[in-house]
């Protein structure tokens, strides 16, 4: 579709909406973290928030959940933000190929993380930007506040606590990062923070406002710069390549977008130079990604013919 032709995004919210709905019963709900595991399967939000101001949602698209991965993306801008390049000497931006919370990769590749969004990634964006900021969640949370117009987002202390308490394997992670050198920040620390980061609430609504900087090619909601029109660019291709875990062949193939997922549900896309668009749906497949969200953004792209292929 061309980039100057209106979508009718409301049309296109019922038929991404109907066909999610299609999929009930598919997946299951995250329930190696216990406090994530009680959310009800079969809710389901989408929104959409244009570059020209428009913002539209769709059944419980106002409704908060747990972040969870979706964070990564906002903690990689804003490292990117205070420090440039600087990030990636810590981290590659190549497809792990292996889930987001494996350990394999990281004593082949001395410590370095294959990309910013599987966890050990994440571990060291989190140092750094802890580095950057003096306080890497509260950064996280006071640019998904600003963003988004909502004063209210926050950790969920509850959901905090227990990735902390069942978060051995990113701690076993950390470890080994920081045995290689590849942490600045005590392992408490970081852990700390990205726990905290990742237990954020928000909801469909708060994602695509706050996520807009990447349609708007790294302009924020006020109108100053976040990051430049290059930085946007190489943040959208990781996202493309490396943000929905060891299946992010499969979402290019089926939605075509820049997306990043997380466990707790949602799937935050963009279409740059157009929107960003936020789905959320509990139940996850094998790869830790949404049944329902994936499923609504193939249904939204192939339908407009908005993707960036």
């Not at 919210?13 to 406090?35: E, F, N």
Request: overall charge negative.
């Amino acid at each position: 579709m061309p980039a100057g032709e209106t979508l009718d995004y409301r049309l296109l919210l019922d038929a991404a909406t109907a066909a999610a709905r299609a999929t009930s019963g598919q997946g299951h709900v995250a329930d190696y973290i216990p406090a994530l595991a009680t959310v009800e399967p079969d809710a389901f939000g989408m929104a959409v928030a244009t570059v020209d101001g428009e913002l539209y949602g769709i059944g419980d698209w106002e409704r908060p959940f747990s972040v969870q991965s979706v964070s990564k993306l906002f903690t990689l801008a804003l490292a990117m933000a205070h420090g440039g390049d600087t990030v990636w000497r810590g981290v590659g931006r190549e497809p792990s190929g292996n889930p987001f919370n494996s350990l394999v990769q990281l004593e082949s590749e001395h410590g370095i993380p294959r990309n910013p969004f599987i966890n050990a990634g994440a571990l060291v964006v989190t140092d750094r930007l802890q580095t950057m900021t003096g306080d890497a969640a509260g950064a996280v949370r006071e640019f998904l506040r600003r963003e988004s117009g909502n004063p209210l987002i926050d950790t969920d202390p509850v959901v905090a606590a227990s990735e902390a308490d069942h978060g051995h394997r990113n701690a076993a992670l950390a470890h080994f990062i920081a045995s290689h050198g590849n942490l600045e920040n005590p392992v408490e620390t970081v852990l700390d923070h990205y726990y905290a980061h990742c237990a954020v609430s928000a909801s469909c609504r708060d994602l695509v406002l706050a996520g807009s900087f990447l349609a708007r090619y790294g302009v924020r909601a006020d109108g100053t710069r976040l990051m430049s029109r290059s930085e946007a660019k190489r943040v959208n291709a990781v996202l493309l390549t490396c943000g929905t875990y060891d299946a992010a062949g499969e979402f290019a193939f089926r939605v075509g977008l820049p997306g990043k997922s997380g466990v707790g549900g949602g799937v935050l896309a963009i279409l740059p130079g157009r929107a960003a668009v936020c789905a959320w749906g509990p139940r996850l497949d094998q790869a830790g990604n949404s049944v329902a969200a994936v499923t609504a953004l193939d249904t939204l792209t192939t339908l407009s013919g908005c993707s960036i292929f």
